[in-house]
């Protein structure tokens, strides 16, 4: 049932700065998610009028797009999660699934083992493994992963990620084709 006001929508305060921040909900944010997913067209109502487009994914979690292009700080999430598709599909390994289930030990990753990786990681600014260490400590604050030990597991929000390196294979030009 939907409250008469949207001011009257259950934890609206919280939901609202977790989603203003960037913060995809899951599952896994109990209250906070069930909460926008009850009353999701209230939220969708409210959140327009403010300027905020509120996005249910397919693989259930929310999140809201506003005014703007990619931050810095999206590009170099979106690289890391890039690199590592690459780099679990080049191990011959089952990438959505291993995405989505194997827990990460951050001392492991495969971002400083080749100058390529290096490379782009220089270029999107972040070096070295403070520079990756802080983009896992941004995909943990906007909802994608969370910590285990000293390594990290992720969220369905991840498969924003996925969708996105999907959409890239599907518009590059095929191999031995001639870009435009």
């Not at 939907?2 to 009257?8: D, E, G, V």
């Not at 109990?30 to 969708?44: M, S, V």
């Not at 931050?71 to 690199?83: C, H, K, N, T």
Request: proline residues 6%; charged residues 30%.
């Amino acid at each position: 049932m939907t409250p008469a006001s949207p001011f009257a929508l259950p934890r609206l305060q919280e939901v609202f700065e977790a989603l203003r921040r960037g913060r995809h909900l899951c599952a896994e944010d109990g209250d906070l998610f069930w909460a926008l997913r009850d009353h999701r067209e209230a939220y969708q109502d409210l959140l327009g009028h403010l300027g905020f487009r509120l996005h249910a994914h397919p693989r259930d979690f929310f999140y809201v797009e506003g005014e703007g292009s990619l931050s810095d700080a999206s590009a170099r999430m979106a690289l890391l999660v890039f690199i590592l598709v690459e780099h679990l599909a080049d191990q011959g390994a089952a990438v959505e699934e291993s995405l989505m289930t194997r827990t990460f030990p951050v001392a492991e990753l495969p971002h400083l083992t080749t100058e390529r990786y290096r490379a782009y990681l220089k270029e999107a600014g972040a070096e070295g493994e403070e520079g990756v260490e802080g983009i896992v400590r941004n995909l943990e604050r906007f909802g994608f992963l969370r910590r285990v030990g000293a390594g990290f597991r992720f969220r369905p929000p991840a498969y924003r990620f996925l969708d996105l390196c999907h959409r890239v294979l599907q518009e590059a030009p095929e191999a031995g084709e001639e870009a435009p």
